[in-house]
């Protein structure tokens, strides 16, 4: 994810906000890792303008005040957000969850994984797809390519 931008991380659970932050650390990722612990933080973080837009979000489904699946609908139907990326990083594997996502157009959806070396290999997942794609023109017109930083690329 290497342009710089932020990753806005929406998860209530705080070890599995530390375990990203972690697994961003072991990877290398300089990308700042913005964090809210609901989608009503979430949204009011990508309403302020003084925050820069984060190149993904990773979002966890199961919060307080405002779920996941609450927080993709108003997203997904907002103009000015509905491009930014979106991963769900969550422990449901219920397939109605599954389902909702893609139907609110989320880029991918994954399973936590218990196991931290199995996890960092999903973030490292994460971090080389959005490496390596290529995203639509932003209100510019200019093409964004690719998402995160890591300081050294060992791939």
């Not at 609901?38 to 984060?54: C, D, K, Q, T, V």
């Not at 489904?61 to 969550?90: C, Q, W």
């Not at 969850?97 to 070396?117: C, H, L, N, Q, W």
Request: charged share 30%.
């Amino acid at each position: 994810m290497r342009n710089g931008k932020p990753v806005l991380l929406v998860e209530d659970d705080t070890i599995d906000a530390m375990t990203v932050r972690r697994a961003f650390k072991d990877l290398n990722l300089t990308n700042p890792l913005a964090h809210a612990l609901n989608g009503e933080e979430a949204l009011a973080y990508l309403e302020n303008p003084e925050n820069e837009r984060p190149c993904v979000i990773l979002l966890d489904l199961n919060m307080p005040k405002m779920n996941g699946i609450e927080f993709l609908k108003i997203v997904k139907a907002d103009p000015s957000l509905k491009r930014i990326p979106v991963v769900v990083l969550t422990t449901s594997n219920e397939e109605r969850d599954i389902v909702e996502s893609f139907r609110s157009s989320v880029a991918g959806y994954i399973v936590k994984p218990v196991d931290y070396t199995e996890f960092v290999e999903a973030m490292r997942t994460v971090d080389l797809y959005w490496t390596l794609s290529e995203l639509p023109d932003d209100e510019d017109g200019q093409i964004e390519t690719a998402c995160c930083a890591s300081v050294a690329s060992e791939r």
